[in-house]
């Protein structure tokens, strides 16, 4: 009953997290993918969505990570909080962690993120790679109608390897993004409950909103240069004769460090640092609150 608590919680924060983030996320991938110099900056590539393909363009594949990041989301806090509670048998063994065993230490926590970037990777990666597809279109001809379209036609075309495109780098985003993620938030989390001497459901949701921003921050610190290979790699053609550029991870970064320069590496980060605050917070008060009602 902890294992579903915590995946549906996990479901309301992810769906929280893409209400709130997916139009800053579209910006972000089109600065991320289009060629050098296409944009002077943020508000230059937002404008010419606004302008060019109306404001719904902001919530283009919108469907696909609101069901998909829901999943994410719900994976993560799943792996995360089974993991915990491991650690946490293991310290009541030990006689560690305070009488439940649940005073996690900085290794706990980083692992327990790490194993719930792991196991969220395998959905992340076919989910956000048909939503990278949807979010570069902006012409009429489009290549998809929709996320059933492309996942129906890239299977078709290039099989399951074609649908999971770019999960190895995927893999390494997600270990240790989420290990330091998570990290940050429980041990924020962990602070004012030894500071007020207070339960985890008696921090108000203002406060996860902030620690959700500030874990959301040193996530993106860590993964955003892994990030943007991650989108060059799933937009990227499948194979030489469909305009393949990248043989791999390292071609892509020996790529475009030589030919775009260190700056290529956190292009499209302005939108993401804005973003970050207000989809991270959303996704832990959304967890945070829906744990408490199922409690």
Not at 76 to 105: C, I, P, V, W
Not at 194 to 217: C, D, F, M, W
Request: aromatic residues 10%.
């Amino acid at each position: 009953m902890d294992t579903v608590k915590d995946l549906t919680a996990g479901t309301v924060g992810g769906i929280f997290q893409v209400l709130v983030g997916q139009p800053f996320d579209i910006v972000k991938v089109r600065m991320q993918t289009a060629p050098q110099g296409t944009y002077s900056g943020m508000l230059d590539c937002a404008g010419g969505i606004l302008k060019n393909e109306g404001p719904l363009a902001f919530y283009k594949g919108t469907l696909s990570p609101l069901l998909g990041i829901g999943a994410c989301v719900s994976i993560q806090f799943g792996a995360l909080e089974y993991t915990k509670r491991m650690f946490a048998s293991h310290n009541r063994a030990k006689g560690l962690g305070g009488k439940d065993g649940a005073t996690f230490g900085g290794g706990q926590l980083f692992t327990a993120g790490v194993a719930a970037g792991l196991a969220n990777g395998f959905v992340s990666c076919p989910v956000e790679h048909i939503r990278i597809r949807l979010q570069i279109q902006s012409g009429k001809n489009n290549a998809y109608s929709g996320p059933s379209d492309a996942i129906r036609k890239i299977y078709s075309q290039h099989g399951i390897r074609g649908i999971f495109k770019g999960q190895y780098v995927t893999m390494l985003r997600e270990a240790s993004g989420y290990g330091m993620y998570f990290l940050t938030y429980e041990k924020l989390v962990q602070w004012e409950m030894a500071k007020k001497g207070i339960t985890r459901e008696q921090i108000s949701p203002v406060n996860a909103v902030l620690y959700g921003a500030a874990a959301g921050y040193a996530l993106w610190a860590v993964i955003y240069p892994i990030d943007m290979v991650k989108s060059r790699i799933q937009t990227d053609g499948f194979s030489p004769s469909t305009g393949q550029k990248y043989k791999s991870i390292l071609h892509c970064v020996k790529t475009v460090w030589r030919t775009e320069g260190l700056a290529a590496f956190t292009r499209g980060l302005t939108p993401t640092l804005i973003r970050s605050p207000f989809a991270n917070g959303a996704t832990f008060l959304g967890y945070e609150l829906a744990c408490r009602v199922l409690n």
